[in-house]
């Protein structure tokens, strides 16, 4: 399934709300906020170019996030960011004076960290994040997870000290409960998806994302003419399809936003010209992509700044988890999980079809960019899939020349992001 964006708002300038959230000045601060944190270290762009010769477009570039902060997937930048951000506010506020990042490990704001409990519904990524975010300011995590969830995440999450809620039913159950005993005891809901009247938290956590997006900037050769990107309630999608939009104008690349056919709920949005829930289908793999309500605050931006929606099928992802790990002569392997490689799903798709090919200009001169937004986030699962372990995988690029690690950057952001 593909649909142009034929909302009223599309390439309308964003709400001045979203633009703030967006902007280069908050981008700026989020990478000030992760110089902060142990492991902080950029994650590779990687140039896939013989996969791009293959399908007839001039380059490939892929921002591998499995390995952001040792949390295996792009979310590590959201939720923990967030959560950094109220205990300093709550600081602030207790204290009467501006509380810096620099402050956050005296005794006087783990103080104020350690009367706090944080808590969120997660597929497995978001929860991972919050809950390492509480532990780095010494806050207490309740996490919310559904019937879906693996044991393998939920041991992921219980590892950073976070008590786990088991929720029946699926992850929009799992919000609603978590909403409700947030609410009873006043707890600091940290959620990743918004609705009417909770929009500033998420807010903050699509603020996170930007990071990867500066990142990207600094190390893509050329700007990207094309992004496909997966989405789940549509926060990372609205945050590098509104960053980029807020920094390079009409000049951005065309995005196409990708939902699991099974969860579509971005495109059935686009489709209804406003956010709608969709009816619960079979499970898909792409289990961190199966929400069926966009994000308020993401379907804002995106009803303005996503160019098309497009659906994959579960055969696509798991076609590009094992393309990505058996790559084209010389192209470096990359592990990617179940959710990671939806946007090259998308990509290999519309490739294969010509007439969406001419409709979207993927031509010999189209530059892609496409983010890995998670590694094997369920080892056991990555294995079944893919017959081949994360480390095997991994191995094989170690053998492959840095080269393929793109670095050089010949264009000029339009701001500095050196
Ligand atoms: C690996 C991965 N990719 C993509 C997404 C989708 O992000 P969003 O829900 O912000 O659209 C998620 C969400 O959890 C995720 O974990």
């Known amino acids: 399934m593909f649909l142009l964006n034929q909302h009223t708002d599309h390439r309308r300038p964003l709400d001045t709300s979203d ?108 929860g991972r994040s919050v809950a390492y975010g509480a532990q780095l300011v010494g806050a207490q995590c309740a996490i919310f997870v559904h019937s879906g969830v693996s044991n393998g995440r939920i041991a992921a999450i219980a590892h950073f000290g976070a008590q786990m809620i088991r929720v029946k039913g699926n992850y929009d159950d799992s919000v609603a409960e978590a909403t409700r005993v947030a609410a009873e005891r006043s707890w600091t809901l940290v959620s990743d998806t918004s609705w009417p009247g909770y929009e500033r938290i998420p807010g903050l956590v699509m603020q996170g994302y930007t990071a990867l997006v500066s990142e990207a900037l600094r190390q893509l050769p050329e700007c990207p003419t094309h992004v496909f990107i997966q989405s789940g309630v549509g926060g990372i999608a609205a945050a590098v399809a509104g960053h980029l939009s807020v ?108 007439a969406l090919r001419a409709r979207i200009g993927l031509g010999p001169n189209a530059r892609i960019f496409l983010i890995n937004t998670e590694g094997a986030s369920d080892p056991s699962l990555y294995e079944k899939l893919v017959g081949a372990t994360p480390a095997h995988v991994s191995a094989k690029t170690l053998k492959i020349p840095n080269s393929h690690r793109a670095r050089s950057k010949t264009f000029s952001a339009p701001h500095d992001y050196s």
Not at 81 to 104: N, P, W
Request: proline share 3%.
């Open 247 to 354: 920094l390079l104008g009409h000049d951005r690349p065309f995005f196409t936003v990708v939902d699991p056919s099974r969860a579509a709920c971005l495109l059935e949005s686009a489709r209804a010209g406003r956010p709608v829930k969709v009816a619960h289908a079979q499970s898909t793999v792409m289990a961190m992509l199966e929400c069926y309500e966009p994000s308020l605050v993401a379907w804002r931006v995106l009803s303005r700044m996503a160019d098309a929606f497009m659906t994959v099928d579960d055969e696509d992802a798991i076609n590009a988890m094992k393309r990505l790990a058996n790559p084209a002569n010389g192209d470096l392997a990359v592990v990617a999980g179940e959710s990671g490689g939806v946007g090259l799903a998308a990509l290999l798709k519309a490739a294969s079809d010509p």
């Open 19 to 126: 633009a703030d959230t967006l902007s280069v000045a908050a981008a700026r601060e989020v990478e000030r906020f992760l110089r902060y944190r142990d492991g902080h270290t950029e994650t590779t762009l990687i140039s896939l170019t013989a996969l791009a010769r293959e399908i007839g477009v001039s380059s490939i570039h892929l921002k591998d996030e499995g390995h952001r902060l040792g949390l295996g997937s792009f979310k590590a930048l959201g939720g923990s960011y967030a959560v950094i951000r109220l205990v300093l506010e709550e600081a602030c506020r207790r204290f009467g004076r501006d509380v810096d990042v620099s402050e956050l490990r005296t005794p006087e704001v783990r103080a104020v960290a350690a009367g706090m409990t944080v808590s969120c519904a997660t597929d497995g990524n978001h």
